[in-house]
Protein backbone atom coordinates (compact mmCIF):
# COMPACT_ATOMS: atom_id res chain seq x y z
CA UNK A 1 0.00 0.00 0.00
CA UNK A 2 1.04 3.59 -0.41
CA UNK A 3 0.57 6.78 1.53
CA UNK A 4 -1.67 9.16 0.21
CA UNK A 5 -0.90 12.74 1.16
CA UNK A 6 -3.09 16.37 1.81
CA UNK A 7 -0.98 19.76 2.23
CA UNK A 8 -1.84 23.51 1.84
CA UNK A 9 -0.50 24.52 -1.70
CA UNK A 10 -0.56 28.27 -0.47
CA UNK A 11 0.45 30.23 2.65
CA UNK A 12 -1.54 27.80 4.94
CA UNK A 13 -5.16 27.96 5.86
CA UNK A 14 -6.30 26.23 3.02
CA UNK A 15 -8.86 24.02 5.06
CA UNK A 16 -6.84 21.06 5.05
CA UNK A 17 -8.71 19.95 8.28
CA UNK A 18 -12.37 19.91 6.64
CA UNK A 19 -10.90 17.91 3.78
CA UNK A 20 -8.70 15.38 6.20
CA UNK A 21 -11.89 14.65 8.00
CA UNK A 22 -14.02 14.40 5.25
CA UNK A 23 -11.63 11.38 3.70
CA UNK A 24 -10.41 9.65 6.98
CA UNK A 25 -13.25 7.51 7.00
CA UNK A 26 -11.51 5.99 4.16
CA UNK A 27 -8.02 5.17 5.94
CA UNK A 28 -7.20 3.03 9.20
CA UNK A 29 -4.46 5.69 9.67
CA UNK A 30 -4.12 9.29 9.50
CA UNK A 31 -0.95 10.85 10.42
CA UNK A 32 0.72 14.30 10.91
CA UNK A 33 3.86 14.69 9.38
CA UNK A 34 5.68 17.98 10.40
CA UNK A 35 4.93 21.61 12.03
CA UNK A 36 3.67 21.83 15.86
CA UNK A 37 0.86 24.42 17.22
CA UNK A 38 1.53 27.06 15.18
CA UNK A 39 -0.77 24.94 12.65
CA UNK A 40 -4.42 25.50 13.25
CA UNK A 41 -6.96 23.15 11.40
CA UNK A 42 -10.31 24.01 11.87
CA UNK A 43 -13.77 21.39 11.39
CA UNK A 44 -16.87 22.23 11.62
CA UNK A 45 -19.90 19.42 11.96
CA UNK A 46 -22.88 19.05 13.41
CA UNK A 47 -22.93 22.53 13.69
CA UNK A 48 -20.16 22.64 15.73
CA UNK A 49 -16.46 24.04 15.42
CA UNK A 50 -13.81 22.01 16.40
CA UNK A 51 -9.85 23.52 15.98
CA UNK A 52 -6.82 21.28 16.20
CA UNK A 53 -3.36 22.38 16.35
CA UNK A 54 -1.30 19.28 17.16
CA UNK A 55 -3.74 16.00 16.51
CA UNK A 56 -4.43 15.02 13.32
CA UNK A 57 -7.78 15.80 11.86
CA UNK A 58 -8.85 12.26 11.68
CA UNK A 59 -9.84 12.05 15.84
CA UNK A 60 -13.18 12.50 15.03
CA UNK A 61 -13.73 9.71 12.77
CA UNK A 62 -14.63 6.15 14.57
CA UNK A 63 -11.98 2.79 14.02
CA UNK A 64 -9.21 5.53 12.54
CA UNK A 65 -5.88 5.40 14.18
CA UNK A 66 -4.51 8.82 14.36
CA UNK A 67 -0.16 9.26 14.37
CA UNK A 68 1.24 12.47 15.51
CA UNK A 69 4.61 11.64 13.42
CA UNK A 70 8.66 12.30 14.77
CA UNK A 71 8.43 15.26 12.07
CA UNK A 72 5.96 17.04 14.59
CA UNK A 73 7.05 19.43 17.34
CA UNK A 74 4.72 19.12 20.50
CA UNK A 75 4.17 21.51 23.48
CA UNK A 76 2.84 19.25 25.75
CA UNK A 77 0.69 22.06 27.45
CA UNK A 78 -1.38 22.62 24.40
CA UNK A 79 -1.35 18.89 23.60
CA UNK A 80 -2.95 18.61 26.84
CA UNK A 81 -5.98 21.36 26.44
CA UNK A 82 -6.88 19.59 22.98
CA UNK A 83 -7.29 16.68 24.51
CA UNK A 84 -9.49 17.87 27.43
CA UNK A 85 -10.99 19.47 24.46
CA UNK A 86 -11.45 15.80 22.78
CA UNK A 87 -12.75 14.22 26.65
CA UNK A 88 -15.37 16.94 26.35
CA UNK A 89 -16.89 16.06 22.81
CA UNK A 90 -17.32 12.88 23.55
CA UNK A 91 -13.42 11.38 21.85
CA UNK A 92 -11.73 8.49 23.23
CA UNK A 93 -8.47 9.96 22.40
CA UNK A 94 -6.71 6.73 24.24
CA UNK A 95 -7.84 4.57 22.13
CA UNK A 96 -7.05 6.16 18.22
CA UNK A 97 -3.97 8.24 19.11
CA UNK A 98 -0.62 7.29 19.33
CA UNK A 99 2.61 9.80 19.24
CA UNK A 100 6.21 8.89 17.90
CA UNK A 101 9.21 8.48 20.49
CA UNK A 102 11.25 10.76 18.15
CA UNK A 103 8.84 13.67 18.20
CA UNK A 104 10.82 16.77 19.67
CA UNK A 105 9.10 18.37 22.36
CA UNK A 106 8.53 22.25 22.87
CA UNK A 107 10.09 23.60 25.95
CA UNK A 108 8.79 26.44 28.02
CA UNK A 109 11.65 28.16 27.50
CA UNK A 110 11.88 27.28 23.53
CA UNK A 111 8.47 29.52 23.67
CA UNK A 112 10.31 32.60 25.77
CA UNK A 113 13.09 32.63 23.06
CA UNK A 114 10.63 32.88 20.59
CA UNK A 115 9.11 35.74 21.76
CA UNK A 116 12.38 37.37 22.68
CA UNK A 117 13.62 37.07 19.29
CA UNK A 118 11.04 38.65 17.36
CA UNK A 119 10.76 41.30 19.89
CA UNK A 120 14.39 41.94 18.90
CA UNK A 121 13.58 42.23 15.18
CA UNK A 122 11.39 44.52 15.65
CA UNK A 123 9.57 46.18 12.23
CA UNK A 124 11.72 43.45 10.25
CA UNK A 125 9.91 40.68 12.33
CA UNK A 126 8.76 37.74 10.51
CA UNK A 127 5.18 36.95 11.85
CA UNK A 128 6.06 34.22 14.24
CA UNK A 129 2.77 32.89 16.16
CA UNK A 130 5.29 32.82 19.21
CA UNK A 131 4.57 28.90 19.49
CA UNK A 132 8.51 28.42 20.29
CA UNK A 133 8.11 26.12 16.70
CA UNK A 134 11.85 27.97 15.27
CA UNK A 135 14.24 27.40 18.68
CA UNK A 136 12.80 24.02 18.66
CA UNK A 137 13.92 22.94 15.45
CA UNK A 138 16.63 24.61 15.81
CA UNK A 139 17.78 22.51 18.78
CA UNK A 140 16.21 19.66 16.61
CA UNK A 141 19.01 20.30 13.58
CA UNK A 142 21.95 21.78 16.48
CA UNK A 143 21.58 17.91 17.65
CA UNK A 144 20.38 19.48 21.43
CA UNK A 145 16.63 18.62 21.43
CA UNK A 146 14.23 16.78 23.96
CA UNK A 147 12.59 13.75 22.41
CA UNK A 148 9.46 12.16 23.59
CA UNK A 149 11.15 8.94 24.62
CA UNK A 150 13.59 11.08 26.47
CA UNK A 151 10.95 11.47 28.95
CA UNK A 152 10.56 8.08 29.89
CA UNK A 153 14.34 7.80 30.41
CA UNK A 154 16.13 8.19 34.33
CA UNK A 155 18.26 10.94 32.58
CA UNK A 156 15.19 13.02 31.93
CA UNK A 157 15.63 15.80 34.27
CA UNK A 158 18.88 16.68 33.50
CA UNK A 159 18.96 16.70 29.99
CA UNK A 160 15.98 19.05 31.03
CA UNK A 161 18.26 21.23 32.97
CA UNK A 162 20.85 21.36 30.59
CA UNK A 163 19.15 22.33 27.92
CA UNK A 164 16.53 24.93 29.93
CA UNK A 165 20.02 26.30 31.31
CA UNK A 166 21.11 26.89 27.61
CA UNK A 167 17.88 28.69 26.95
CA UNK A 168 18.06 30.82 29.56
CA UNK A 169 21.78 31.78 28.81
CA UNK A 170 20.64 32.38 24.97
CA UNK A 171 17.96 34.76 26.39
CA UNK A 172 20.22 37.64 27.91
CA UNK A 173 21.72 38.51 24.56
CA UNK A 174 17.88 39.64 23.52
CA UNK A 175 16.05 42.18 24.88
CA UNK A 176 14.43 41.67 28.36
CA UNK A 177 10.74 40.02 28.38
CA UNK A 178 8.96 39.20 31.31
CA UNK A 179 7.91 35.93 32.26
CA UNK A 180 7.63 33.66 35.32
CA UNK A 181 9.74 30.24 34.36
CA UNK A 182 8.50 27.98 37.83
CA UNK A 183 5.13 28.94 36.91
CA UNK A 184 5.56 27.83 33.08
CA UNK A 185 7.96 24.61 34.16
CA UNK A 186 5.12 23.23 37.10
CA UNK A 187 2.78 23.67 34.08
CA UNK A 188 4.79 21.49 31.62
CA UNK A 189 6.00 18.83 33.69
CA UNK A 190 2.41 18.65 34.90
CA UNK A 191 1.02 18.31 31.15
CA UNK A 192 4.50 15.59 30.30
CA UNK A 193 2.19 13.20 32.45
CA UNK A 194 -0.69 13.38 30.39
CA UNK A 195 0.82 13.04 27.22
CA UNK A 196 2.26 9.77 29.01
CA UNK A 197 -1.13 8.67 28.24
CA UNK A 198 -1.02 8.17 24.93
CA UNK A 199 0.68 5.26 23.47
CA UNK A 200 4.54 6.10 22.37
CA UNK A 201 5.51 4.04 19.07
CA UNK A 202 8.58 4.14 17.00
CA UNK A 203 6.70 5.60 14.06
CA UNK A 204 8.76 4.74 11.53
CA UNK A 205 8.58 0.89 12.36
CA UNK A 206 4.69 1.36 12.78
CA UNK A 207 4.01 3.39 9.69
CA UNK A 208 5.42 0.37 7.47
CA UNK A 209 4.62 -2.04 9.24
CA UNK A 210 0.94 -1.10 8.78
CA UNK A 211 1.33 -0.47 4.92
CA UNK A 212 3.30 -4.18 4.99
CA UNK A 213 0.15 -5.17 6.15
CA UNK A 214 -2.35 -3.43 3.92
CA UNK A 215 -3.42 -0.58 5.71
CA UNK A 216 -4.11 2.93 4.31
CA UNK A 217 -2.29 5.89 5.37
CA UNK A 218 -3.40 9.36 4.66
CA UNK A 219 -0.46 11.87 6.07
CA UNK A 220 -1.67 15.62 6.54
CA UNK A 221 0.75 18.67 5.90
CA UNK A 222 0.31 21.57 8.26
CA UNK A 223 1.23 25.24 7.04
CA UNK A 224 1.22 25.41 3.41
CA UNK A 225 3.91 25.11 0.52
CA UNK A 226 4.78 28.73 0.30
CA UNK A 227 5.64 28.46 3.97
CA UNK A 228 8.59 25.71 3.32
CA UNK A 229 11.99 26.39 4.76
CA UNK A 230 13.75 25.22 1.52
CA UNK A 231 11.04 26.18 -1.21
CA UNK A 232 9.11 29.12 0.25
CA UNK A 233 9.35 32.90 0.45
CA UNK A 234 12.49 33.18 2.61
CA UNK A 235 12.95 34.22 5.57
CA UNK A 236 9.31 33.86 5.74
CA UNK A 237 8.86 30.62 6.24
CA UNK A 238 7.87 28.25 8.81
CA UNK A 239 10.92 26.08 10.22
CA UNK A 240 10.17 23.02 8.48
CA UNK A 241 9.53 20.78 5.58
CA UNK A 242 5.64 21.45 4.71
CA UNK A 243 6.05 19.85 1.06
CA UNK A 244 5.34 16.06 -0.01
CA UNK A 245 9.51 15.64 1.09
CA UNK A 246 8.39 16.05 4.39
CA UNK A 247 6.57 13.07 4.44
CA UNK A 248 9.51 10.84 4.02
CA UNK A 249 11.18 12.30 7.34
CA UNK A 250 8.42 13.45 8.81
CA UNK A 251 6.56 10.20 9.21
CA UNK A 252 10.05 7.47 8.00
CA UNK A 253 8.73 6.64 4.64
CA UNK A 254 10.68 5.69 1.73
CA UNK A 255 9.46 7.85 -1.33
CA UNK A 256 8.06 5.10 -3.50
CA UNK A 257 5.71 4.75 -1.05
CA UNK A 258 3.97 8.15 -1.75
CA UNK A 259 0.82 7.66 -3.49
CA UNK A 260 -1.79 10.30 -4.09
CA UNK A 261 -0.73 13.97 -2.97
CA UNK A 262 -4.37 15.99 -2.71
CA UNK A 263 -3.20 19.38 -3.13
CA UNK A 264 -5.48 22.09 -1.14
CA UNK A 265 -5.56 25.82 -2.70
CA UNK A 266 -8.72 28.68 -2.03
CA UNK A 267 -10.39 29.64 -4.86
CA UNK A 268 -8.62 33.01 -3.82
CA UNK A 269 -5.13 33.50 -1.00
CA UNK A 270 -4.63 34.61 2.37
CA UNK A 271 -1.82 34.87 4.58
CA UNK A 272 -0.79 35.26 8.15
CA UNK A 273 2.07 37.76 9.26
CA UNK A 274 4.82 39.08 7.54
CA UNK A 275 6.31 38.05 3.73
CA UNK A 276 5.82 39.09 0.17
CA UNK A 277 2.11 38.24 -1.35
CA UNK A 278 2.00 39.56 -4.67
CA UNK A 279 -1.85 39.61 -5.07
CA UNK A 280 -2.84 40.97 -1.73
CA UNK A 281 -5.77 42.91 -2.19
CA UNK A 282 -5.16 46.56 -0.17
CA UNK A 283 -8.37 47.98 -0.76
CA UNK A 284 -12.34 47.72 -0.16
CA UNK A 285 -12.21 44.30 -1.81
CA UNK A 286 -9.25 42.86 0.52
CA UNK A 287 -11.94 43.60 3.42
CA UNK A 288 -14.48 42.15 1.75
CA UNK A 289 -12.89 38.63 1.32
CA UNK A 290 -11.46 39.13 4.89
CA UNK A 291 -15.60 39.38 6.08
CA UNK A 292 -17.11 37.05 3.82
CA UNK A 293 -14.14 34.52 4.45
CA UNK A 294 -13.77 35.02 8.30
CA UNK A 295 -9.98 35.10 7.76
CA UNK A 296 -8.72 35.05 11.11
CA UNK A 297 -5.96 33.06 12.38
CA UNK A 298 -6.97 29.71 13.94
CA UNK A 299 -3.84 29.41 15.80
CA UNK A 300 -3.24 33.27 16.41
CA UNK A 301 -6.47 35.22 15.65
CA UNK A 302 -4.71 37.39 13.46
CA UNK A 303 -6.64 39.04 10.55
CA UNK A 304 -5.41 36.84 7.17
CA UNK A 305 -4.12 39.29 4.82
CA UNK A 306 -6.70 38.82 1.31
CA UNK A 307 -5.81 38.44 -2.14
CA UNK A 308 -6.93 37.01 -5.39
CA UNK A 309 -5.37 33.72 -6.47
CA UNK A 310 -2.12 33.30 -7.86
CA UNK A 311 -1.74 30.58 -10.31
CA UNK A 312 2.04 31.01 -10.54
CA UNK A 313 2.59 30.37 -7.19
CA UNK A 314 0.33 27.53 -7.85
CA UNK A 315 2.05 26.02 -10.66
CA UNK A 316 4.87 26.46 -8.65
CA UNK A 317 4.10 24.30 -5.71
CA UNK A 318 2.00 21.64 -7.56
CA UNK A 319 5.33 21.18 -9.26
CA UNK A 320 7.43 20.58 -5.48
CA UNK A 321 4.19 18.63 -4.81
CA UNK A 322 3.64 16.07 -7.78
CA UNK A 323 -0.20 16.80 -6.91
CA UNK A 324 -2.43 14.83 -8.96
CA UNK A 325 -5.45 16.29 -7.92
CA UNK A 326 -6.72 19.20 -6.48
CA UNK A 327 -9.49 20.36 -3.95
CA UNK A 328 -10.36 24.12 -4.33
CA UNK A 329 -11.91 25.36 -0.54
CA UNK A 330 -13.98 28.71 0.18
CA UNK A 331 -15.25 29.46 -3.08
CA UNK A 332 -18.47 30.41 -1.92
CA UNK A 333 -16.92 33.18 -0.24
CA UNK A 334 -17.46 34.58 -3.45
CA UNK A 335 -20.64 34.46 -4.77
CA UNK A 336 -21.47 38.21 -4.68
CA UNK A 337 -18.81 39.31 -6.66
CA UNK A 338 -19.54 40.95 -10.17
CA UNK A 339 -15.92 39.77 -10.84
CA UNK A 340 -12.98 37.08 -10.10
CA UNK A 341 -9.45 37.64 -10.48
CA UNK A 342 -6.74 35.10 -11.01
CA UNK A 343 -2.84 36.06 -11.49
CA UNK A 344 -1.26 34.11 -14.59
CA UNK A 345 1.86 35.89 -14.80
CA UNK A 346 4.34 38.51 -13.51
CA UNK A 347 6.09 41.18 -14.61
CA UNK A 348 9.44 42.03 -12.77
CA UNK A 349 12.71 43.15 -13.83
CA UNK A 350 10.89 44.94 -17.13
CA UNK A 351 9.77 41.65 -18.52
CA UNK A 352 6.62 39.51 -17.89
CA UNK A 353 7.58 35.80 -16.44
CA UNK A 354 5.95 32.76 -16.02
CA UNK A 355 8.10 31.68 -12.51
CA UNK A 356 8.28 33.16 -9.43
CA UNK A 357 11.95 35.22 -8.91
CA UNK A 358 14.48 33.74 -6.69
CA UNK A 359 13.67 35.90 -3.83
CA UNK A 360 10.28 37.00 -3.58
CA UNK A 361 10.59 39.25 -1.09
CA UNK A 362 13.38 41.36 -2.65
CA UNK A 363 12.14 41.72 -6.09
CA UNK A 364 9.44 44.00 -6.89
CA UNK A 365 6.38 41.39 -8.41
CA UNK A 366 3.43 42.87 -10.33
CA UNK A 367 0.59 40.24 -11.13
CA UNK A 368 -0.72 40.23 -14.40
CA UNK A 369 -4.48 39.25 -14.01
CA UNK A 370 -6.99 37.51 -16.35
CA UNK A 371 -10.59 38.49 -15.55
CA UNK A 372 -13.27 36.01 -15.07
CA UNK A 373 -17.30 36.61 -14.57
CA UNK A 374 -18.90 36.39 -11.38
CA UNK A 375 -21.43 33.95 -10.45
CA UNK A 376 -23.73 36.19 -8.24
CA UNK A 377 -25.72 33.48 -6.45
CA UNK A 378 -26.11 31.39 -3.76
CA UNK A 379 -24.22 27.17 -3.60
CA UNK A 380 -25.96 26.28 -0.69
CA UNK A 381 -27.99 24.03 -2.54
CA UNK A 382 -25.26 22.83 -5.16
CA UNK A 383 -24.17 19.26 -4.80
CA UNK A 384 -22.63 18.33 -7.97
CA UNK A 385 -20.28 19.51 -10.75
CA UNK A 386 -22.86 19.98 -13.00
CA UNK A 387 -25.08 21.82 -10.93
CA UNK A 388 -22.54 24.56 -10.51
CA UNK A 389 -23.44 28.13 -12.56
CA UNK A 390 -21.72 28.78 -15.97
CA UNK A 391 -19.01 31.40 -14.25
CA UNK A 392 -18.04 28.78 -11.66
CA UNK A 393 -17.43 26.52 -14.54
CA UNK A 394 -15.55 28.47 -16.87
CA UNK A 395 -13.25 29.56 -13.52
CA UNK A 396 -12.87 25.71 -12.46
CA UNK A 397 -11.88 25.13 -16.06
CA UNK A 398 -9.24 27.62 -16.53
CA UNK A 399 -7.63 26.67 -13.42
CA UNK A 400 -7.32 22.80 -14.58
CA UNK A 401 -6.06 24.27 -18.15
CA UNK A 402 -3.69 26.41 -16.21
CA UNK A 403 -1.93 24.13 -13.83
CA UNK A 404 -2.57 20.91 -15.41
CA UNK A 405 -4.20 18.97 -12.55
CA UNK A 406 -7.77 18.10 -12.26
CA UNK A 407 -9.82 19.47 -9.63
CA UNK A 408 -11.95 16.72 -7.70
CA UNK A 409 -13.51 18.47 -5.08
CA UNK A 410 -15.08 21.73 -4.45
CA UNK A 411 -15.41 23.39 -1.05
CA UNK A 412 -19.20 24.79 -0.96
CA UNK A 413 -19.10 25.36 2.69
CA UNK A 414 -17.80 25.18 6.20
CA UNK A 415 -19.87 22.18 7.06
CA UNK A 416 -17.72 19.02 6.17
CA UNK A 417 -21.19 17.85 3.90
CA UNK A 418 -20.62 20.54 1.75
CA UNK A 419 -18.34 19.33 -0.89
CA UNK A 420 -19.10 18.59 -4.35
CA UNK A 421 -16.90 15.93 -5.87
CA UNK A 422 -15.87 15.05 -9.46
CA UNK A 423 -14.13 11.80 -10.30
CA UNK A 424 -12.45 11.29 -6.72
CA UNK A 425 -9.72 9.13 -7.18
CA UNK A 426 -9.56 9.00 -3.42
CA UNK A 427 -13.10 7.20 -2.85
CA UNK A 428 -15.48 9.61 -0.88
Known amino acids: MAVDVILGLQWGDEGKGKIVDYLAGNYDIVARFQGGPNAGHTLKFDGKKFVLHIIPSGVFREGIMNLIGNGVVIDPVILKKELEGLTVAGVDYKKCLLVAKKAHLILPTHRLLDKA ?39 FREKYEAL ?56 EGAQGSMLDIDFGT ?6 SNTITAGVCTGLGIAPQKIGEVIGITKAYCTRVGGGPFPTELLN ?63 RYDGKEHAH ?68 VKVEA
Open 164 to 219: RDKHLQLLKIYPEIEYDLESLEAQWFDSIKTLHELPAVNGEYYINKALDCGKKVLA
Open 284 to 346: GMGEELRRVGQEFGATTGRPRRCGWIDLPALEYTIMLNGVTQLVITKIDVMNDFEEVKAATRY
Open 356 to 423: LPYDLGSTKVEPIYETHNGWMTSLEHVNSFHDFPKPIKSYLKTLEMFLKVPITMVSVGPERQQLVLRE
Open 117 to 155: SEVAKGQQKIGSTLKGIGPTYMDKTGRNGLRVGDTFTPS
Open 234 to 239: YPYVTS
